[in-house]
């Protein structure tokens, strides 16, 4: 599996996204939003990238928003469809306003566990679902579509990977929940979880800010109903760690795993721009303009 990373410089003061190439250990291409984020300082996460149209899906939500008080809403957290080919914005949603909390207060749209679902042009955005789990509320972090329709979603607050069924109009509670483990410690804070389509739903890549990207396995090859949320093959399969690049262990961290065609890569947080050549630069800063290999 021939791997690319993506690094997102959270302490820039704009977005860029540097292509890393673990094999020859340089980055090889830089792709910048200078104004999409150029004022304020967001993190990029939920990425999906569209085969047959080579658009991007992200989120860009401004960091400390999870922070505002019940009564306050940040007004900043945006879904957007990016033509990164054109360097063009197809589309934005802002979620701003998408939930309101039990007492009527308005939050920001990626509080919690809160799924929204929208038609492929960002129109009529609904809530499809209101996570909730073993110990109450879900903070949900990541979210990866299987072939049939169903969805795997992350537990942020202790590992834990659910089941919900997209076919349903709105979201019913999962039917069960499974330890994402390395060897045989739960790994508590996975951020993002990906499958991808080269091994058919066969093989996942959990995410984790202090363990690296797991590449894992269901015990059995198969990632049904049955086997994956069946505890006689709950025990995933470790079969390696994507570690980060060198050059940006002391700068960042990875966060999300994204599938591009027959590649995966991941996505590296508050990582120092080299293009802005603040202090703290890195030395990768010496081939952010190095052509694609």
């Known amino acids: 599996m021939k791997l690319s990373t993506f690094i997102t410089p959270m302490l820039a003061a704009a977005t860029a996204l540097g292509v890393y190439e673990p094999y020859g250990g340089h980055v090889v291409h830089v792709i910048e939003f200078p104004d999409l984020t150029a004022k304020e300082d967001y993190q990029v996460s939920g990425m999906h990238w569209d085969f047959y149209t080579g658009y991007w899906i992200f989120l860009a939500t401004r960091r400390g928003a999870e922070e505002l008080r019940d009564t306050e809403m940040s007004g900043n957290t945006y879904l957007i469809k990016y ?23 308005r939050r920001w749209g990626g509080f919690y566990g809160i799924i929204i679902r929208t038609f492929g042009d960002a129109g009529f955005p609904m809530i499809w679902w209101m ?3 073993p110990a109450g509320l879900v903070k949900i972090s990541g979210l990866a579509n299987m072939r049939d329709s169903r969805v795997l979603l992350i537990h ?32 508590r804070d996975v951020q993002s979880i990906t499958l991808p389509p080269k091994y058919a739903d066969k093989v996942a890549l959990l995410t984790s800010p202090t363990r690296g990207v797991q590449v894992m396995q269901n015990f059995g090859w198969k990632w049904t109903k049955d086997d994956w949320l069946n505890h006689r093959h709950s025990v995933q399969h470790t079969h390696g760690v994507l570690v980060p690049p060198a050059d940006t262990e002391k700068n960042g961290q990875p966060w999300e795993t994204v599938q591009v065609g027959s590649n995966s890569v991941f996505v590296l947080s508050r990582f120092k721009d080299g293009q802005k050549r603040r202090t703290g630069t890195t030395r990768i800063s010496g081939v952010l303009r190095t052509s694609p290999s």
């Open 131 to 133: 996570g909730s789990g």
């Open 156 to 187: 942020g607050s202790n590992g834990l990977i659910g089941y919900l069924d997209m076919l349903r109009d709105f979201g019913a509670e999962p039917a069960d929940w499974l330890e994402s483990s390395y060897g045989n410690v739960r790994i």
């Open 83 to 105: 033509d990164l080919y054109k360097s063009e914005v197809i589309w934005t949603l802002n979620l701003e306003d998408r939930m309101k909390s039990n007492s009527g207060q």
